[in-house]
């Protein structure tokens, strides 16, 4: 097939631009000679338009509603396969072999314990810090810890430091969660699965013995999976740009958790219960959906609405049928939060507004329904979700170290600013 090429005229001139064609989805114009030829920056604030690398690691068909990590969907992947095999198909590209998999799963679990001396870097801390702070802190400090892990030229530290990142960041995000409650740490456990070792570490006392239930390791793992990766979302952009200037990978990491925080992006899980909270019963959901539509109110439904998706986030749907099996696990008769999200889905995709703008649930909206069930505070919420998305981090800041074609991100501007000006002596103003 011949290449295409897009042509630009700006005035009397015309310049022409390849057009790149990716395995699947939309092709891209290769406009990085387009200063050289013409002067000219292009304008996106927010990437809306913006292919800023290229990869083979996960790919969103938006309006499809279509997730695959390295060519596999999303609903197999979170029905048939589990959180640790999800990792090496993202860090290597292939799903493992029996023998590659039991290799792997050690060599996470010889890494799950923090260096003893990380422990008083949590006393630093109030203990009614939220756990995201800790995270960006620890995980930053990690880089204080494990010098021999730091040097991102060579692949076996790269390939540590993925270890020590995928294997310690459930035993940080639950050494925060104990801290904040004012219990113990608990260290973690290698004889149980990455899941349940999680739950144990976060809801274990020494005072009694505790038992994971099967079933809620099951669910935490599918949440683990359903969060791993997603393209080049803000935090990913924010770990592949950190790394593009050679920072430490821990750094890089403590970057995206940073970015993950906010409430537009991944703290969007507690803003939402709390939301639902707030709106407490299912005749209070008009006004909330009212003033959601309205420009002069701030206020957005949270959990609602996506910059790719424009159809049903399929990871939501998995995420709804487990938020069922976990409320009927726990007893969770008519749970009302549930049913106002039930509701409020349902009113919002009848709605003109939501319609037209193609705003439909995320990963966010039903996810802190079941965390909330299992036991977790809200605010573990997005720490959950950070210590899910690591091993994404990893494998997107693995493939860009690896391009031979890596470059240092540095965006241009549309400079509206003052142009040059004389400097007036103060008692002249
Ligand atoms: C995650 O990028 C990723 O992949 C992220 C993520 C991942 O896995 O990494 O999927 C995880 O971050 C999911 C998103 C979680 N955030 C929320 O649930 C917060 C609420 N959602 C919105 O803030 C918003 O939908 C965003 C931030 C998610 C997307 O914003 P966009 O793509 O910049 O869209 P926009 O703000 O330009 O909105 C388009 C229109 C606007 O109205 P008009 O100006 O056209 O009249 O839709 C409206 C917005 O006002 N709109 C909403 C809305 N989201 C968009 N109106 C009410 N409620 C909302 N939630």
Redesign the pocket.
Known sequence: MTAQTATLTIGDKTYEFPVVDGSVGPSVIDIRSLYAQTGMFTYDP?FTSTAACDSAITYIDGDKGELLYRGYSIDELAEKSSYLEVCYLLLYGELPTAAQMADFDKRITRHTMLHEQMHFLFRGFRRDAHPMAIMCGVVGAMAAFYHDSTDISDPEQREIAAMRMIAKMPTIAAMAFKYSVGQPFVYPRNDLSYAANFLHMCFSVPAENYEVNPILARAMDRIFTL?AD?EQ???TSTVRLSGSSDANPFACIAAGVACLWG????G?NEA?LNMLREIGTVDNIPEFVRR?KDKEDPF?????????YKNYDPRAKVMQETAREVLDLMGVENNQTLQVARELEKIALEDEYFVE?K?YP???FYSGIILDAIGFPTSMFTAIFAMSRTVGWIAQWKEMIADPQKKIGRPRQLYDGATRRPYIPRQER
């Open positions: 927010g969060h997603h979302n803000a935090s409430p537009a992006h991944g969007a939402c959601a957005r439904l949270m959990g609602f609405g996506h910059r790719v703008r705003l995320n990963v966010d």
